[in-house]
């Protein structure tokens, strides 16, 4: 299967932290920072999942006017807070807004820019008790709110496709981060642990899949100048080994 690729020459390259279903916030947040001609990354839970179908057809309705008077293409990629069915491609998929599939390449001047969601949710056992009460009471529709395959996934072969195609990524968004990335762990992790006995493992493991992921990309010579990711709640730059790495707060954006 060949890469996802969007091709965006000439645009100005935004991202964004959390913004958990806020798209009034966010186009609020680009009309303050007089954002045109530009690509929007949201690097994570956008909130993508927790409604009906036609609420997001409404949702880009809604946002289209202003999106195209500005030109700015909204990507979204997959948090633990999103739905991944939603993010094939082809869901979403408008002119001026798209969820887009992990392992995407975002491609604008001299800039490719790899994509990979997912991250394990520290308030997943209270969101499946919710989920099994609205059972109990018989509400076999009630809306989701927790998927269990929310986690990262190292996909070596969807690098080696990239790498056959000749694409040196420069820049990764990714939801969670690197084990080396700061912090280590959610605000209040152990407090979710009390609850929730394979927690602590599978974190680790979440962040031990992006560990595979840059040295992968490491390993193939693709020159990482940058590292964006959110999920953390929280505002942080740090250079590790010729990266920059930048934790997004929610709603924060910056260029890159």
């Known amino acids: 299967m060949e ?6 020459k000439s645009k100005s390259i935004y991202v964004c932290g959390d ?5 009034k916030c966010l186009i609020g947040q680009i009309q303050k920072s007089n954002l045109e001609n ?19 057809r409404s ?17 979204l990629v997959r948090g633990n807070h999103d739905d991944p069915a939603y993010f094939d491609g082809k869901q979403i998929d408008y002119d001026f807004m798209k969820a887009i599939p992990d392992y995407s390449v975002i491609q604008t001047n001299d800039r490719n820019i790899l994509c990979v969601g997912g991250a394990i949710s520290v308030d997943r056992e209270s969101r499946k008790g919710w989920l099994l009460s609205q059972r109990i009471k018989g ?7 927790y998927w269990s395959t929310e986690a990262p996934l190292f996909d070596s072969q969807a690098l080696a496709l990239i790498a056959e195609r000749g694409i040196k990524i420069d820049t990764v968004i990714t939801h969670s981060a690197p084990s080396i990335c700061k912090p280590p762990l959610k605000k209040n992790f152990y407090d979710f642990v009390l609850l929730d006995d394979s927690l602590e493992k599978d974190v680790f493991d979440e962040r031990e899949t992006l560990d595979r992921l840059r040295q992968a990309l490491i390993e193939d010579h693709h020159p990482l100048r940058y590292w964006y990711y959110g999920h953390f ?12 790495f930048i934790l997004l707060d929610i709603q924060e954006i910056k260029e890159a």
């Open 59 to 75: 949702l880009y309705g809604s946002l289209h006017e202003i999106l195209e008077e500005r030109q700015i293409l909204i990507l």
């Open 3 to 8: 890469p996802y690729i969007i091709s965006e």
């Open 233 to 244: 709640h929280a505002s942080h730059t740090e250079f590790i080994d010729s990266t920059t």
């Open 19 to 23: 913004i958990h279903g806020d798209f």
């Open 38 to 56: 530009s690509v929007l990354i949201v690097a994570g839970d956008c909130g993508i999942g927790f409604e009906e179908d036609r609420y997001y």
């Open 139 to 145: 509400r076999e529709n009630a809306r989701r709110i």
